[in-house]
């Protein structure tokens, strides 16, 4: 779940708008994008909307929503799906982690990192973080 924002032409002026994308991962690895919603501009409260529309739609359950750390955005989604695990996009955790990273250290650091968020199993994710913690 995430938003984007782009500027349109409306009433012959330049207006900000807002996409919310919610994308779905199923059990064999089949990536669908459930829709896009136009909006002024991203909130909590959009959100709910925009989860409330998913389960009328069908949607009966979110397992894990991956998302940016919004305000507000996890308890909407809760509203809806109350089962739910809230996780932070992965684009987010890699941003809060470089801010303790020397500048000078950042490439090497990434590269590792990718062997972290890549591996195919929690066992390989393991050993590369804990290879990255022995440098």
Known sequence: MDALYFKVREEHRIVNRTAYVCMALDVKGHKDILGIWIGEQEGAKYWLSVSNDLKNRGVKDILIACMDGLKGLPD???????????????????????????SKNIKAFM????????????????????????K
Do not use: G, W
């Open 111 to 134: 590269k590792d990192l990718k062997k972290v968020y890549k591996a195919v199993n929690e066992t390989m994710a393991s050993q590369a973080l804990q290879s990255q913690a022995d």
């Open 76 to 102: 909407a989604i809760k509203v809806v799906f109350p089962e739910v695990n809230i996780q932070s996009c992965i684009i987010h955790q890699i941003r809060n982690s470089i801010k303790y990273i020397p």
